[in-house]
């Protein structure tokens, strides 16, 4: 959550440790949440209303795989909220947006970058002063998403990582969708520096990357088929640049 005055909260759920985020304009109350997850959202709603905003958007970083998204529940309990996700995700949404576009609440602005490698419809939504940026699974703290399932590529993740996301200011404020150690915000001049797989070669992360030999996400088969659902409306609306 975020108001002007920059206070904000992180929102965790423990199951998938997935990282949900409230982010409004103190003067407006427009706000938008991203990467809420179906289980807590009686939890997002009750604070939200709390705290008086109007949620104008439900905006997913990916289809994800470990998680069924909130979406698509808080469209129908949150009246006017619309659902936004990547053009290049392959997923149902009121809106879909693509590298440049823009997601407006109050004064402020999310940019989305396209940073495919985990999957081809990652994005990392960076607030207009480029003071935060919300990674998804493209970027963890000192670590990034798989490539083995969903039209995962190292390559693709590596050059989306430093081409998108460490070319930000080295002191942005880097919050990803995950974290498995109980942290919760990075930099982006501590991943430069710190990430051990991003200090790699690009030939030693592929390497890497191809041989973690991870076990299948437990949600993927409901998960997946379920977000490709988030949001459903017949007719997209186009968010311009």
């Given at each position: 959550?975020?108001?002007?005055?920059?206070?904000w909260?992180?929102?965790?759920?423990k199951?998938?440790s997935?990282?949900?985020?409230?982010?409004?304009?103190?003067?407006s109350?427009e706000?938008?949440i991203?990467?809420?997850?179906?289980?807590?959202?009686?939890?997002?709603?009750k604070l939200?209303?709390e705290?008086g905003?109007?949620?104008?958007?439900?905006?997913?970083?990916?289809?994800h795989?470990?998680?069924v998204?909130?979406?698509?529940?808080?469209?129908?309990?949150?009246t006017?909220?619309?659902?936004?996700?990547?053009?290049?995700s392959?997923?149902?949404?009121d809106?879909?947006?693509?590298e440049?576009?823009?997601?407006?609440?109050?004064?402020?602005?999310?940019?989305?970058r396209?940073t495919?490698?985990?999957?081809?419809g990652?994005?990392?939504?960076v607030?207009?002063?480029?003071?935060?940026?919300?990674t998804?699974?493209?970027?963890l703290?000192?670590?990034?998403?798989?490539?083995d399932?969903?039209?995962?590529?190292?390559?693709t993740?590596?050059?989306?990582v430093?081409?998108?996301i460490?070319?930000?200011?080295?002191?942005?404020?880097?919050?990803?969708a995950?974290?498995?150690t109980?942290q919760?915000?990075t930099?982006?001049?501590?991943?430069?520096?710190?990430?051990?797989?991003f200090?790699k070669?690009?030939?030693?992360?592929i390497?890497?990357?191809?041989?973690?030999?991870?076990?299948?996400?437990?949600?993927?088969?409901?998960a997946?088929?379920?977000?490709i659902?988030?949001?459903?409306?017949?007719?997209?609306?186009?968010l311009?640049?």
């Open positions: 959550m975020m108001w002007r005055c920059r206070r909260t992180g929102l965790f759920e199951v998938s997935t990282y949900t985020y409230l982010l409004a304009d103190a003067q109350k706000a938008v991203i990467d809420p997850v179906i289980d807590e959202v009686n939890r997002d709603v939200i209303e705290l905003l109007k949620l104008l958007y439900a905006a997913n970083t990916h289809c795989a470990d998680h998204t909130g979406t698509g529940l808080l469209k129908k309990i949150l006017g909220c619309r659902s936004v996700i990547a053009k290049d392959g997923a149902l949404a809106i879909y947006i693509q440049g576009d823009t997601i407006n609440f109050g004064e402020f602005y999310l940019e989305a396209s495919p490698g985990h999957t081809d990652c994005l990392t939504y607030l207009n002063d480029r003071s935060m940026a919300f998804g699974d493209a970027l703290i000192r670590g990034c998403g798989r490539t399932f969903q039209q995962g590529c190292p390559k993740l590596y050059n989306s430093y081409g998108k460490f070319t930000l200011p080295g002191d942005c404020l880097l919050y990803p995950h974290d498995y109980g919760t915000v930099t982006v001049e501590e991943e430069r520096k710190h990430n051990r797989r200090t070669p690009l030939a030693e992360f390497e890497l990357m191809n041989n973690l030999n991870l076990p299948k996400p437990a949600q993927i088969d409901a997946v088929p379920a977000n659902r988030c949001g459903i409306q017949d007719d997209p609306i186009a311009g640049p």
